[in-house]
T-cell receptor, first 112, second 115 residues
Framework: GNSVTQMEGPVTLSEEAFLTINCTYT??????LFWYVQYPGEGLQLLLK?????DKGSNKGFEATYRKETTSFHLEKGSVQVSDSAVYFC???????????FGKGTKLSVIP | DTGVSQDPRHKITKRGQNVTFRCDPI?????LYWYRQTLGQGPEFLTY????????KSRLLSDRFSAERPKGSFSTLEIQRTEQGDSAMYLC?????????????FGSGTQLSVL
């Protein structure tokens, strides 16, 4: 079956530091890949996505590249801000299905 | 666009009782999803509706769980004979129905505690 593995948190960074949150997946066929984010007190919201190999998703300074050869979709941001403090979930949508499979989430705290 | 609305926000019940949750999707969204999330875990898919038709169900959805979307608008999720293991955040999401990779809009969830 499909599965997503994310790096364990929590992650604490200073403002303007570089962020990487690792995500690898197992899936049959060619899944679509997503990063969702949950800010404190809010619902999950889509951050970015990539639907085929070598695609790069980007939004709000965050980027992730769909790497089929390493089955990875790592999230990166060059300079984090306090407002980026949230829980980040990597997810995939398997071929022929409408259900998302999520990782466990990585909590990011950015300190001034 | 008022977003996805879920009611109640919190529910405390005793083991063995039945509970029902309601989800109001964004208007004109054809697809509606239910997920369950426990502490420290990511959301787990439960079921999915395209209009009023329930098209996918997870094996997590035991026979004590039933979901409906009678007129293709709001949806209800009922849990019968609740167990302590049912304690979780129940999330509803909706999407327009324009592709498999489209953005899901999540509600804030219903937190269920089974005592």
């Amino acid at each position: 079956g499909n599965s997503v593995t994310q790096m364990e948190g929590p992650v604490t960074l200073s403002e303007e530091a570089f962020l990487t949150i690792n995500c690898t997946y197992t899936a049959t066929g060619y899944p679509s890949l997503f990063w969702y984010v949950q800010y404190p007190g809010e619902g999950l919201q889509l951050l970015l996505k990539a639907t085929k190999a070598d695609d790069k998703g980007s939004n709000k300074g965050f980027e992730a590249t769909y790497r089929k050869e390493t089955t990875s979709f790592h999230l990166e941001k060059g300079s984090v801000q306090v407002s980026d403090s949230a829980v980040y979930f990597c997810a995939l949508n398997g071929a022929g299905s409408y259900q998302l499979t999520f990782g466990k989430g990585t909590k990011l705290s950015v300190i001034p | 666009d008022t977003g996805v609305s879920q009611d109640p926000r919190h529910k405390i019940t005793k083991r063995g009782q039945n509970v029902t949750f309601r989800c109001d999707p964004i208007s004109e969204h054809n697809r509606l999803y239910w997920y369950r999330q426990t502490l420290g875990q990511g959301p787990e898919f439960l079921t999915y509706f395209q209009n009023e038709a329930q098209l996918e169900k997870s094996r997590l959805l035991s026979d004590r769980f039933s979901a409906e979307r009678p007129k293709g608008s709001f949806s209800t999720l009922e849990i019968q004979r609740t167990e302590q293991g049912d304690s979780a955040m129940y999330l509803c999401a909706s999407s327009p129905g324009q592709g498999r990779d489209e953005k899901l809009f999540f509600g804030s969830g219903t937190q269920l505690s089974v005592l």
